[in-house]
């Protein structure tokens, strides 16, 4: 059984950042890609930034490309996601998933575990 927990969301005034975890239980942490996807109040859950299993590939939205930047540290099961510059379109509850495979994807269906979401808010 995979657990993936995220940490990190709060409020936080728009230009500023953030930085949210997701630890990840089980040993087959480092075997997959891992991914972020954020779905703001009301609408879908939308691709955000994925990371190929050793880390050497990163792979992000294009609303975002140039503000966050996605990491991991498989001695750690953690994956990171650093949020700059942060605007009022960024508002969302987001989630880490993790891949069935080792290639980062941008599709839903392509991730098979899920945490429990991690509420970030921008105030102007």
């Known amino acids: 059984q995979v657990q993936l927990v995220e940490s990190g969301g709060g409020l936080v005034q728009a230009g500023g950042s953030l930085r949210l975890s997701c630890a990840a239980s089980g040993r087959t942490f480092s075997n997959y890609a891992m991914g972020w996807f954020r779905q703001p109040p009301g609408k879908e859950r939308g691709f955000v930034a994925g990371i190929s299993w050793t880390g050497g590939s990163q792979y992000y939205a294009d609303s975002v490309k140039g503000r966050f930047t996605i990491s991991r540290d498989n001695a750690k099961n953690t994956v990171y996601l650093q949020m700059n510059s942060l605007n009022p379109e960024d508002p969302a509850v987001y989630y880490c998933?993790?891949?069935?495979?080792?290639?980062?994807?941008?599709?839903?269906?392509?991730?098979?575990?899920w945490g429990q979401g991690a509420q970030v808010t921008v105030s102007s």
């Open positions: 998933a993790r891949g069935i495979e080792v290639r980062p994807t941008a599709r839903r269906y392509e991730y098979a575990y």
